[in-house]
């Protein structure tokens, strides 16, 4: 066997490497296309059926609101001043609660209408803090649900139902609406307290959905 016919196999072989080589890059793509088409549908599936949950919530908010508005418009003298000011907070903060969850069904369209997968999860990650400042907002508006019943006759009557029980009422809400503003975080997930009182398709829903796209991830390291 001479050095030409040696050069030939080993030219043979080389090209026989390359065409392995483009097909197992080819095979490679695409089964990344079919795993990542599979998780953004699982994803959006997620997020579509969380998205009409958040529609009924902007309805029910803003029949909420304009309710609230019907009553102060009702309310507006001295005796009732407690609760024209209590009815007025709350329908503020629900307010934004609504402005919010209309940002976050525009998210989720954004997401659903994407195909580019970092795109994707920045909008998850957004979602995801909004998810958590809706509720650290609406909060706020609980000390003003023991309010609205006060009246200046009673604060200056000095009865003690309102000094002793009343009153330290609205103030242990107010604590607690504040601690929570506070301490609603990711950071805070592992907590008990934060598992019971974010155990809802609200945010599970998101963190199912980011868990599919990472999946995308682990299955390229898996793949490499």
């Known amino acids: 066997m001479n050095i030409d016919n040696l050069q030939d196999i080993w030219k043979a072989y080389d090209h026989k490497l390359e065409e392995s080589r483009v097909l197992n890059m080819q095979s490679w793509v695409l089964n990344l ?25 902007v309805f029910l908010g803003i029949i909420w609101v304009l309710f609230l508005l019907f009553l102060i418009a009702h309310s507006l003298v001295f005796s009732k001043i407690a609760f024209v000011i209590s009815a007025g907070a709350i329908a503020v903060i629900t307010s934004i609660g609504v402005a919010m969850y209309i940002r976050q069904i525009i998210l989720i369209r954004q997401i659903d209408n994407s195909e580019n997968i970092i795109y994707v999860q920045q909008k998850l990650a957004e979602l995801q803090t909004s998810t958590l400042n809706i509720p650290r ?25 309102f000094w002793f029980i009343s009153l330290p009422i609205a103030l242990l809400f107010v604590y607690f609406s504040l601690w929570l ?24 829903s998101v963190i199912k959905a980011k868990d599919f796209m990472n999946e995308i991830e682990v299955f390229k390291k898996d793949m490499a």
Do not use: H, M
Not at 182 to 204: A, G, H, R, V
């Open 33 to 57: 296309k079919c795993f990542e088409d599979l998780q953004k549908q699982k994803a959006k599936a997620k997020l579509n059926r969380l998205a009409t949950l958040k529609k009924w919530a």
């Open 137 to 161: 907002i609406l909060f706020l508006q609980s000390p003003f649900y023991c309010t609205w019943w006060f009246t200046p006759a009673w604060v200056s009557s000095g009865d003690p139902g």
């Open 181 to 204: 503003y506070k301490n609603i975080s990711y950071k805070n997930c592992d907590k008990k307290w934060f598992k019971i009182l974010f155990n809802s398709p609200e945010w599970t």
